[in-house]
């Protein structure tokens, strides 16, 4: 009896076995690490903001990983290049989907990047993309965490318009899709606040640029505020040429990003009625970002790189990743798509929940004092205005 | 006249002085020894990071005109007896191996600084009337040094012992040896003085524009442009040369926009390539 129960009890043990390989081998799938390929500055001229970018990613991975990975799986961060052209970058997508079966890709780059990835990735892998944009973008797998136009214009406009009695606006910005589109949205709602446009130009992106002529111009248009859509140096050159002619103290200025780099360039003597609507600033209050300033400065110590928008936003992309991928308690695009309507997740300065596959968020109004921003206003649970219908 | 078209020609004898000036050291080290210097944009950003450092040490600006132009001259000897006189006669080498130290340059400024933007204070704050405009005090100040300055060169050149040396030099570097005219030392003193000049190029932009390693990029090619529309080798044509680029850039930027005044000096300068290659004014 005893020898024949004990071969019944193998016999069971066997036939046990053999149900359970799936999720035996389920298992060793889960040792494997979830990889995330992150595609960000790491030369090129957006290369100022590299550093933040991969600092911030590498701390939401770290704090991750601390608390148990993606569905178990720890995560592994594998660096992209996106500073180069456009080209470049979806050799990298491919080889990183192909070789390394990257599970997910997180991005902090321009549109034009952003585009020429969406139609190399194919839906295949999960794409988030971060910094801020201009709207419109809702390819299928796809998850948009930027800033948009209507974020970002409607508060600006809205404290020209009604507390600073702004009529007319002088639109200034560097020829490509963002300030162009954004300038779109910037008339609409100056024309609904009763001001307009008496004067539009644009300046070509990255030719070196002087702005003498161009504040001349402004000068003699003489507007009540003066909206700025120029990037990197170019927004630098120009706010210390305007200025340097002292229209600092005539009129006023709303930037569309301008974050800490960009402000300490410009230089503390040159930002007087300067002002600015973003979802980031170092200088935002509350529990969740002082959480996040202390662990960046413990992780990375003194001399950590620069906190800015365009970089932290890396954080928010790999916590979103998190959030994305457990909830849909997998990869599969129909089941993130889904899963994505009303997900909330972490981002440096506290939670935020999706719609429509961009995130409503909170925007802060500032302006600067001397190299700092100073918040004036905060906006909750600002609508991205995007409508991408459900798969 | 109009307030704002006495800025605009204000705006553009700025762009001219300025232009000039930032061009000088690359048409001394082009014109005279053939040698066209990649790095020239690199030592423009050397000096305003001297500048940048004298600032933020609390010395006053001028201090850093003197600073800027040692350290680069310095920086251009040490180019020379390395880089340059072991390549005099191959002009398609110095010009690979000044590209490479235009890299090397880069990075070490991003390896010592970083690559975020330093701002220089403007050392000369606000406007001064002129004709009824207000015009930055600094910008006003620049246009008069530079223009001060080149013409002092040109006399210089014209009329001082050196100058009739270096023209020898140029014209017949083997007689001009032949009659005891130390030619190595005199080529080797005129890239210096090119680099130190770049530096001084670089002290007098650095309050205008954001100082960051890429900063040389945005100077090496109007000044290129500026020695293929004026020709190499005399003042006259380095004037030619800035007041036809700087001058077109500005004005067709005040007239229309930036696009326009970019399009117009790039349409200018490969006219002047194809239909005209020695320049304007070259040296016979």
């Given at each position: 009896m005893q020898k024949r129960s004990v071969t019944r009890r193998g016999f069971v043990a066997g036939g046990a076995a053999i149900l359970a390989a799936p999720v035996?081998?389920?298992?060793?799938?889960?040792?494997?690490?979830?990889?995330i390929g992150l595609f960000y500055a790491a030369s090129g001229p957006a290369a100022l903001f590299g550093p933040t970018q991969k600092a911030s990613a590498e701390l939401a991975v770290e704090q991750i990983n601390k608390n148990g990975g993606i569905l178990g799986r720890q995560v592994q961060l594998l660096l992209a290049d996106a500073g180069g052209p456009p080209a470049e970058s979806t050799k990298t997508a491919v080889r990183l989907m192909v070789q390394e079966k990257c599970d997910l890709f997180v991005g902090s780059h321009d549109s034009a990047t952003r585009?020429?990835?969406?139609g190399t990735i194919k839906?295949?892998?999960p794409y988030i993309y971060t910094p801020i944009y201009e709207g419109g973008e809702c390819a299928p797998n796809t998850y948009v965490l930027a800033d948009t136009p209507e974020q970002?214009?409607?508060?600006?406009?809205?404290?020209?318009?009604?507390?600073?009695?702004?009529k007319n606006v002088y639109l200034i910005g560097n020829d490509y899709v963002w300030p162009r589109k954004t300038n779109d949205r910037v008339k609409q709602y100056l024309t609904a606040g009763g001001g307009k446009v008496i004067g539009e130009e644009y300046v070509p992106l990255g030719a070196p640029n002087k702005f003498e002529e161009a504040v001349t111009r402004i000068k003699g248009a003489k507007p009540d505020a003066v909206v700025i859509t120029l990037v990197g140096a170019d927004n630098v050159n120009f706010n210390r040429t305007f200025a340097g002619f002292g229209l600092d103290k005539e009129m006023l200025r709303a930037s569309m990003l301008l974050e800490e780099n960009t402000l300490l360039g410009i230089g503390a003597e040159n930002s007087k009625q300067l002002y600015n609507c973003m979802s980031y600033f170092s200088s935002v209050p509350g529990a969740a970002h002082d959480a996040f300033k202390a662990a960046y400065k413990a992780k990375f110590g003194e001399k950590a790189p620069q906190l800015s928008i365009i970089g932290v936003d890396c954080f928010a992309g790999v916590y979103c990743a998190k959030a994305l991928v457990e909830k849909a308690k997998g990869t599969k695009a129909a089941d993130l798509m889904a899963a994505s309507e009303g997900l909330t997740f972490s981002t440096a300065t506290g939670p935020v929940t999706m719609k429509n596959r961009h995130p409503d968020k909170p925007m802060y109004l500032a302006e600067c004092e001397g190299t700092n921003f100073k918040i004036i206003k905060t906006f909750d649970n600002v609508g991205s205005g995007e409508a991408c219908k459900q798969a | 006249m109009d307030p704002l078209v006495t800025t605009q020609f204000l705006n553009i004898a700025f762009g001219i002085a300025t232009l000039a000036v930032l061009a000088l050291?690359?048409?001394?080290?082009?014109?005279?020894?053939?040698?066209l210097n990649i790095a020239h944009g690199e030592l423009v950003m050397a000096g305003a990071y001297a500048a940048w450092i004298v600032q933020s040490a609390g010395l006053p600006y001028a201090l850093a005109v003197p600073l800027a132009m040692l350290a680069c001259g310095l920086l251009g000897w040490l180019i020379e007896a390395g880089l340059i006189r072991p390549l005099y006669a191959r002009p398609f080498d110095t010009l690979l191996a000044t590209w490479g130290l235009s890299l090397l340059l880069r990075k070490t400024a991003e390896a010592i600084w970083g690559l975020g933007y330093k701002s220089v204070a403007l050392p000369l704050p606000g406007t001064v009337d002129v004709l009824g405009a207000a015009y930055p005090r600094y910008?006003?100040?620049?246009?008069?040094?530079c223009l001060a300055g080149v013409a002092a060169l040109a006399a210089w050149f014209a009329k001082s012992g050196a100058?009739?040396?270096?023209?020898?030099?140029?014209?017949?570097?083997?007689?001009a040896q032949a009659v005891g005219i130390r030619t190595g030392r005199l080529a080797r003193n005129a890239f210096v003085a090119g680099c130190a000049l770049a530096g001084l190029g670089g002290v007098m932009v650095a309050p205008l524009t954001p100082v960051h390693p890429f900063m040389g990029i945005d100077y090496i090619l109007e000044s290129f442009f500026v020695l293929v529309v004026g020709g190499l080798g005399s003042v006259a044509g380095l004037v030619a040369g800035a007041g036809i680029i700087g001058g077109l850039g500005s004005l067709v930027s005040a007239v229309a926009d930036r696009t326009a005044g970019y399009t117009a000096v790039l349409v200018i300068a490969?006219?002047?390539?194809?239909?005209?290659?020695?320049?304007l004014l070259a040296r016979a």
């Open positions: 035996v081998l389920r298992h060793a799938r889960a040792a494997d690490p979830f990889k585009e020429a990835l969406v839906a295949r892998v970002q214009v409607r508060p600006s406009i809205d404290l020209l318009t009604k507390e600073k009695k702004v | 050291g690359l048409a001394i080290v082009f014109g005279l020894l053939g040698v910008r006003l100040m620049l246009i008069v040094l100058g009739t040396r270096i023209k020898a030099m140029v014209a017949n570097p083997d007689l490969i006219l002047f390539l194809w239909l005209r290659p020695r320049g």
